[in-house]
């Protein structure tokens, strides 16, 4: 056999295994629609509906920032907000207050193609407790409005009262998801809570639906099924509202799948 002959069969022999290993021929990885956003994750209190302490909000923020890292938002660009910062080791969150909020929204907005906001806490009638302070709806819009602007947002409530924010936040650009309606409490954030309801339904809405419009229809059905089985009422009927530049940009903007992670 000719040496020419043996080298050009030692080259198929190669493709063939390449082939075989899947080395050669494989399509690029698909790049989320969310590795240019920036995500904000705050805890806003450790107290519980008695008193006591609870880790149902800073349970849900760190599974939270996980489950937007899934999602394809880059880890540098989900900053986590806790009122006791302390308490945790590495990575650290930092110290959940409106302003250090609103400085880090300005700093990732900028550059961002689109926000993700989520605050979990105890809420009242004027707004949102973080730390010692209310944060009310009109303060978190006019925050929203100096840092992402016109980018798409989805900004998510999950709070008692949540939903006197859909008011305040509605803007063509964005989509808002509440834990209840303006003139009810919601549920899960006792003592021994691991979650507070909404943000359990969340999570696991995560893994089952592609986009942020199924996963607002999920969490409903989930939050109503789960306070129906434990009898509380009256029921809390988590709200959307989506504005309509976002509404048909937010299908394309799809969720990794489960068996694509």
Partial sequence: MSRRRADLRIRICALALSLAFGLVGTSPVQASPFEAWAAVVVAGDATGSLGGPTEAFDNARRDLAKAFAGLGVAPDKIVQFSVRPEAEKAPRP???TP????????????SAAGCLVYV???????????DDQILPPQILGLMLDRSCGVKPTVVVISACYSGVFVPALAKPNRMILTAARPDRTSFGCGEADTYPYFDACFLSALGEVGDFIALGRQVGVCVRDREAAAGLTPPSEP?????????PVLPLLTFKTPHSR
């Avoid at 709200?239 to 509404?247: C, D």
């Fill in 94 to 96: 930092q110290k959940a």
């Fill in 99 to 110: 302003r250090a909020i609103y400085s880090t929204l300005g700093t990732l907005g900028a």
């Fill in 120 to 130: 979990t806490s105890h809420g009242l009638p004027e707004g949102v407790l973080v």
């Fill in 239 to 247: 709200q959307v509202w989506i504005g309509p530049q976002l509404r």
